[in-house]
Each structure stands twice: as C-alpha cells, then as structure tokens.
C-alpha cells in the first residue's frame, strides 16, 4: 500500500491552524489527488467533486509510475522551441478553492532529475500573478529549488517563500505551502527552507482553474517536467 503523505501534512497543518481564534472558519481538505485510480479522470479524494481532467497540445500525455505500492503521475520529458507538447491537469474554478483571507496549505510529492529543471515549473496552482490573486508551488531555476507564491487581488505584487535546498536529486520529496496571517512558508520534507511575510489582509479570490503540471497548454506554461504524486489543498 502506498505510504500516504497526506496524514503528516494535514495533521501539520491542524496543529498550527488550531491556534487561530474561535471566529475563524473550520479547517477543511478541498482538494485531494493520489493518483492511484489509473483512470481517464483524476478523482478529487476530498470528496468535494474537484475531478482532474488532462488538457494537452501536440499529443503530449502524462503516463502513470509506480511509486510505493501505489501510483504518480509522470509528465513530459525537457523540450525547449516554440512547438513543445504541453499537457495540465484541471478542475474548473469552484468557490471552495479560494481561500480568500483564510489560512491554506498546499502542497505534492515530487520528483526530479538536475536534468530535468527549467528557469520556473508549475506544480500546483490557482490564478495569475498578472490579475485575478494567484497561490502556486513552484520549482525554481536550475538547481531545482522549490518556493511558494501567493499574490493579492488588489495588488500585483508576488509574495514569494523561496527553499534554501533543492529538490532535483532524482529521490522524492514532498513539498508544503503555508500562508497563515503574515506568514508565507517553503516545507521541504517537513523543514521549514524558507519564509516570507506577507500583509494580514492579502486575500485570494479568483475565478481560474486549479492546475498541475503547468499554468494551461499555450507556449509559455511552466511545464513541469519531473512525476508528481499526492497533491492537496487545505484551506482554514
């Protein structure tokens, strides 16, 4: 049976959330996705209804791995031109996504090669940074370091937790996103790698999807080329 990183995360996450005071709202999984169900949809684990659904150009595919007793996703090989195959994992825009003020953690296990990294790939992420807020994991440059953005409604400018370690050593890692009050945090196999502040009031409401593997299938997608496995969103 594939070991779960969800219980470690999540169980994180309840500690630090449980010090928020009694008014705000009630920690909840929103999203959840391990992968191991091998069919043409990705079924949403939290119940909620967020089904993934690959959308690709130029016959780009994921393809599953083992990993565990269980499954990950796979996506694309490196390709650099302007006519590279491209392929994200969507669920359509839902309210429950949006954390708005509200704490939310994030996060996936991956795995990458040094070859394999880019100057920026997408893991997990809802909204632009150019309008509308955005939330994002991400892996950075060419060592392959991992980092966490989270952007305002009313403001264009990235906040940004970027990890002091890399993640593309062929092995996997799991990666955690925390924005709690003012305080926006890298985990790299449950350290803390990195922090950032961010204003009290920062809120992300947005009307995009909730994305793996890249921003959509147009040029400039952020492909991320490594596997990735247990992706999840926790929000409150």
């Known amino acids: 049976m594939k070991r779960s ?67 990950a996703l796979q996506f694309p090989p490196k390709c650099s031109g302007a006519r590279c195959p491209h392929v994200v994992l969507q669920t359509p825009h839902a309210a429950d996504l949006n954390p708005g003020r509200r704490p939310i953690l994030f996060g996936a296990t991956v795995r990458l090669t040094t070859t ?29 370091r991992p980092s966490c953005v989270v952007v305002d409604v009313s403001a264009g400018r990235i906040h940004l937790a970027y990890s002091s370690v890399s993640v593309a050593n062929g092995a996997w890692h799991t990666i955690q996103c925390r924005r709690i009050g003012t305080s926006l945090s ?31 299938v147009y040029a400039d997608n952020d492909q991320f080329q490594g596997a990735v496995d247990d992706v999840w969103v926790q929000i409150g």
């Open 186 to 216: 890298v985990v790299v196999d449950g350290q803390v790698r990195g922090t950032a502040k961010v204003p009290p009031k920062l809120s992300i409401i947005n009307a995009a999807p909730l994305s793996i593997g890249g921003k959509g």
């Open 116 to 144: 394999e990294t880019t100057k920026g790939q997408n893991v997990v992420q809802k909204g632009y940074s150019k309008k509308g807020s955005q939330y994002k994991l991400q892996i950075d440059g060419r060592l392959g």
């Open 5 to 71: 990183v969800f219980t470690i995360a999540l169980a994180a996450g309840l500690l630090l959330t449980g010090a928020l005071p009694a008014a705000a709202s009630p920690t909840r999984v929103v999203a959840r996705y391990d992968f191991d169900g091998r069919s043409g949809a990705v079924l949403d684990g939290s119940g909620r209804g967020h089904t993934m659904r690959a959308i690709s150009r130029r016959g780009a595919r994921v393809s599953y791995v083992p990993r565990g007793g269980g499954w």
